[in-house]
């Protein structure tokens, strides 16, 4: 690649997945430092498409980030022991 350097760039693409039609597919987990918007309106989407929802934390992220009512609304916690990416 002789001396070029290329630049990385980070970049977050939304998509709307259908999950529900994947082979297999039955539980979606939500990462809680990239949801945008309310989590329990995307738990209830998860829900409408008869599938199993689920949340992630980071191993920075205080428990105390997933409230009561999160917690009761999911199928899944899951507590990362890793840093994404």
């Known amino acids: 690649m002789g001396g ?27 990462w809680s430092d990239a949801v945008l918007e309310d989590p329990l309106a995307l738990v209830k989407k998860i829900h409408d498409a008869k599938m199993k929802a689920g949340i992630a934390i980071s191993p920075d992220t205080p428990s105390t980030a997933i409230t009561d009512e999160i917690g009761n609304a999911v199928d899944m916690i899951l507590v990362m022991t890793v840093y994404p990416g």
């Open 4 to 30: 070029r350097r290329s630049k990385s760039r980070r970049r977050i693409i939304l998509l709307p997945l259908r999950s529900n039609q994947w082979v297999g597919c039955t539980l979606v987990s939500l």
